[in-house]
């Protein structure tokens, strides 16, 4: 009787965490690392005081479309060399043609974490 509920159990356990584990070939969407954008659009989902993760990668020459949605406190999202300026709820289309490296920065001050609001977007 033991030995069934030992087998039970670490089949459950192993369920759970096959169920927990994902599929990183696509990114985790965390912090960390460069993850490309979904298709041709960026989700920013500010947080105090991150957009959700470091790095956005999209390719050069086509249209690309950012939103922002702020899950904590108030942000603005801007891009200066596409002049970008989105608020919460708000989303604006641009088409970089340079490869290259730009900041995206928030763009209202909310808070001691405002100045490190940021991250990259990569145009490859």
Do not use: R, W
Request: charged share 25%.
């Amino acid at each position: 009787m033991k030995k069934v509920i030992l087998v039970l159990l670490a089949l459950g356990m192993a369920l759970f965490l096959a169920a927990c584990g994902g599929d990183d070939s696509e990114g985790s969407g965390s912090d960390e690392g460069s993850e490309a954008a979904s298709g041709n659009a960026i989700n920013l989902n500010a947080t105090n005081f991150s957009f959700g993760q470091d790095e956005f990668t999209v390719p050069a020459g086509e249209e690309i479309t950012i939103s922002l949605s702020n899950e904590e406190g108030m942000h603005g999202a801007a891009i200066d060399e596409f002049d970008v300026e989105i608020e919460d709820g708000e989303e604006a289309a641009f088409t970089p043609e340079e490869p290259g490296e730009y900041t995206i920065y928030c763009s209202i001050p909310c808070g001691n974490g405002h100045d490190d609001m940021t991250s990259t977007l990569v145009v490859e």
